[in-house]
């Protein structure tokens, strides 16, 4: 069997402004990054446009080694409308090193449904990552150059400071450090440490932005720490919102590229669903919107993660909503939620998908609390059963839920054309209204108890000191009306990686609260979750590898 590199690289890809041509974009407008990726400015979005086209998001049941292909359903929806006649365009996040380089592998589909170059956007892409950092760099080095300062300094007290630096790699040696060290002349002695730049506020900002302008207020308003005399300061007291979105300038551009059947790919920004907002950018769903009939995007990690947060955060603050929802699952996945061991999935097995069909069921349950219109895609491989299949099907007609079976890695588009035309029946014709989880003027204690008890199923909250003096701290600043971001495991409904199915009875434990004013949003963080991952014992960097034309393989 081929691999998804060994695909991509049999295609022979259409220069980008063949691609912009689809969309009616001048080739005139096009900033190229070579010949099969680009930049496109914002004009292009439209909001008479934008409003009256269709959203397709796409989701999926908890994560597992196993994997469920979520970005790859994603990919081939879009190719199969298109094949129905319906011009569509995907709008996806951009890869980031870190797991590239970790455990998952590349992040641009898979089989006959891909988006390319994939090498170039799983490595460097169009240097949006680079720029996100060095923004968010830059900000730490002004707020030490002021700690340091004797002629400007705002009297920052270095405790407080709670912005980090960040960098696009999984380090765990970075997550808690001492910077300053070395006498008066190198800084003031603090403690801080690094997050992984998906994590980054300027990236959460990147991808809420509405243009320059919103870009800049936002900025200017990231949250740094408090003087001596407990004033807080903001990013724009030290005037750092010009420089830092001067770095942004043409990251903020949405980058157009292809799939493997040559339909357009709008890719931008990158944040994890599982410690931040976890999808593309407000800026690269309008610019899909206004230049095709159809956009479909994705949502990181499951439901519970990344499409509450779709449906809470990004689209009350856009002003947008999904026409229909499609949940991704695999039968190998619901066996692993069962408690099949990896090492046998792909063994045929009804009971143990009986066992984890509960984790489909709550984000089914899930789905129709929001009152949108959810449709299930079994993402099917070889040596899944026909009986398997069936029992998954039965399921959603109990639940009175559509479901389609798809084959887009061995297929492309061809192997989606059930789900794409029945994708297009309820985009069409579904008339439910959105229904936000919860309202933002609740407070803060509420909005977390309720997305914990209705989303995740837990019995309890449990507020550590630490986050009820963080609370404390959101009250007192006036940001407690801010929606929640929720850093919690994407292994698990629960707060616990290693509860799989559908747990219950289960407390899920708020261990501090960070807050993000810049991008709107406060984060209690949950369990044991990091913001700055670490390398697993065998990383996938260990299969990368590039020959002397050039070519790389390993990548997946």
Same mark, same amino acid.
């Given at each position: 069997?081929?691999?998804?590199?060994?695909?991509?690289?049999?295609?022979?890809?259409?220069?980008?402004?063949?691609?912009?041509?689809?969309?009616?974009?001048?080739?005139?407008?096009?900033?190229?990054?070579?010949?099969?990726?680009?930049?496109?400015?914002?004009?292009?979005?439209?909001?008479?446009?934008?409003?009256?086209?269709?959203?397709?998001?796409?989701?999926?049941?908890?994560?597992?080694?196993?994997?469920?292909?979520?970005?790859?359903?994603?990919?081939?929806?879009?190719?199969?409308?298109?094949?129905?006649?319906?011009?569509?365009?995907?709008?996806?996040?951009?890869?980031?090193?870190?797991?590239?380089?970790?455990?998952?592998?590349?992040?641009?589909?898979?089989?006959?449904?891909?988006?390319?170059?994939?090498?170039?956007?799983?490595?460097?892409?169009?240097?949006?990552?680079?720029?996100?950092?060095?923004?968010?760099?830059?900000?730490?080095?002004?707020?030490?150059?002021?700690?340091? &300062?004797?002629?400007?300094?705002?009297?920052?007290?270095?405790?407080?400071?709670?912005?980090?630096?960040?960098?696009?790699?999984?380090?765990?040696?970075?997550?808690?450090?001492?910077?300053?060290?070395?006498?008066?002349?190198?800084?003031?002695?603090?403690?801080?440490?690094?997050?992984?730049?998906?994590?980054?506020?300027?990236?959460?900002?990147?991808?809420?932005?509405?243009?320059?302008?919103?870009?800049?207020?936002?900025?200017?308003?990231?949250?740094?720490?408090?003087?001596?005399?407990?004033?807080?300061?903001?990013?724009?007291?030290?005037?750092?919102?010009?420089?830092?979105?001067?770095?942004?300038?043409?990251?903020?551009?949405?980058?157009?590229?292809?799939?493997?059947?040559?339909?357009?790919?709008?890719?931008?920004?990158?944040?994890?669903?599982?410690?931040?907002?976890?999808?593309?950018?407000?800026?690269?769903?309008?610019?899909?919107?206004?230049?095709?009939?159809?956009?479909?995007?994705?949502?990181?990690?499951?439901?519970?993660?990344?499409?509450?947060?779709?449906?809470?955060?990004?689209?009350?603050?856009?002003?947008?909503?999904?026409?229909?929802?499609?949940?991704?699952?695999?039968?190998?996945?619901?066996?692993?939620?069962?408690?099949?061991?990896?090492?046998?999935?792909?063994?045929?097995?009804?009971?143990?998908?009986?066992?984890?069909?509960?984790?489909?069921?709550?984000?089914?349950?899930?789905?129709?609390?929001?009152?949108?219109?959810?449709?299930?895609?079994?993402?099917?491989?070889?040596?899944?059963?026909?009986?398997?299949?069936?029992?998954?099907?039965?399921?959603?007609?109990?639940?009175?839920?559509?479901? &389609?079976?798809?084959?887009?890695?061995?297929?492309?588009?061809?192997?989606?054309?059930?789900?794409?035309?029945?994708?297009?029946?309820?985009?069409?014709?579904?008339?439910?209204?959105?229904?936000?989880?919860?309202?933002?003027?609740?407070?803060?204690?509420?909005?977390?108890?309720?997305?914990?008890?209705?989303?995740?199923?837990?019995?309890?909250?449990?507020?550590?000191?630490?986050?009820?003096?963080?609370?404390?701290?959101?009250?007192?600043?006036?940001?407690?009306?801010?929606?929640?971001?929720?850093?919690?495991?994407?292994?698990?409904?629960?707060?616990?990686?290693?509860?799989?199915?559908?747990?219950?009875?289960?407390?899920?434990?708020?261990?501090?609260?960070?807050?993000?004013?810049?991008?709107?949003?406060?984060?209690?963080?949950?369990?044991?979750?990091?913001?700055?991952?670490?390398?697993?014992?065998?990383?996938?960097?260990?299969?990368?590898?590039?020959?002397?034309?050039?070519?790389?393989?390993?990548?997946?």
């Amino acid at each position: 069997m081929k691999t998804d590199i060994e695909i991509a690289h049999e295609i022979k890809m259409k220069p980008i402004g063949e691609i912009a041509d689809i969309l009616g974009i001048d080739r005139e407008d096009l900033i190229p990054y070579g010949k099969f990726k680009a930049k496109v400015p914002l004009k292009y979005i439209n909001k008479q446009k934008y409003e009256k086209n269709k959203l397709i998001l796409v989701s999926a049941i908890s994560p597992t080694p196993a994997g469920e292909g979520k970005t790859t359903v994603s990919i081939g929806l879009t190719q199969g409308l298109n094949r129905i006649g319906k011009q569509t365009t995907v709008v996806l996040r951009e890869p980031s090193l870190g797991p590239v380089f970790g455990i998952k592998g590349g992040a641009t589909g898979g089989g006959y449904s891909q988006v390319l170059p994939m090498e170039d956007i799983n490595l460097h892409f169009t240097g949006d990552f680079n720029a996100v950092e060095r923004a968010h760099n830059l900000l730490s080095a002004l707020i030490d150059n002021n700690i340091q &300062s004797k002629k400007k300094s705002l009297g920052i007290d270095p405790r407080t400071v709670s912005w980090k630096r960040v960098m696009d790699m999984n380090d765990r040696s970075l997550r808690h450090m001492i910077v300053g060290l070395g006498g008066t002349t190198h800084g003031i002695p603090r403690e801080t440490g690094f997050d992984i730049t998906a994590a980054s506020e300027v990236m959460a900002i990147l991808c809420l932005a509405e243009d320059m302008e919103d870009l800049k207020r936002r900025l200017g308003n990231i949250f740094i720490g408090y003087t001596y005399d407990k004033k807080p300061i903001y990013a724009r007291d030290l005037k750092a919102e010009g420089a830092m979105a001067a770095l942004l300038r043409d990251a903020i551009m949405p980058n157009l590229v292809q799939t493997i059947e040559g339909t357009p790919a709008i890719i931008h920004g990158g944040p994890f669903a599982n410690i931040a907002q976890g999808t593309n950018s407000v800026l690269a769903t309008k610019m899909g919107l206004s230049l095709s009939e159809y956009v479909v995007t994705e949502a990181g990690f499951g439901f519970d993660l990344g499409a509450e947060k779709f449906i809470d955060i990004k689209c009350k603050y856009a002003g947008l909503r999904p026409n229909a929802v499609v949940l991704v699952a695999t039968i190998r996945a619901l066996k692993y939620h069962g408690g099949k061991d990896l090492k046998e999935i792909k063994e045929p097995d009804v009971n143990a998908l009986k066992n984890g069909i509960g984790n489909l069921q709550k984000h089914i349950e899930n789905m129709k609390q929001f009152g949108v219109c959810p449709v299930v895609a079994i993402n099917r491989f070889t040596t899944d059963t026909n009986e398997e299949v069936d029992y998954i099907k039965s399921v959603c007609k109990e639940m009175d839920v559509p479901v &389609s079976e798809v084959d887009v890695w061995g297929k492309g588009g061809g192997g989606a054309i059930e789900l794409a035309n029945l994708v297009d029946k309820i985009a069409t014709s579904c008339t439910n209204q959105i229904n936000p989880l919860y309202e933002w003027e609740w407070t803060p204690e509420l909005k977390i108890e309720t997305i914990a008890k209705k989303l995740y199923g837990a019995a309890a909250i449990d507020f550590t000191a630490q986050a009820k003096t963080d609370l404390q701290k959101v009250y007192k600043l006036g940001l407690d009306k801010l929606p929640i971001c929720m850093a919690k495991t994407q292994k698990s409904l629960s707060d616990n990686p290693d509860l799989l199915g559908r747990p219950k009875d289960f407390v899920v434990t708020v261990r501090e609260i960070e807050i993000a004013a810049g991008a709107g949003f406060i984060v209690p963080i949950t369990g044991q979750i990091m913001r700055m991952p670490g390398l697993p014992d065998e990383p996938a960097a260990e299969r990368i590898d590039v020959d002397n034309n050039g070519v790389i393989t390993g990548l997946f």
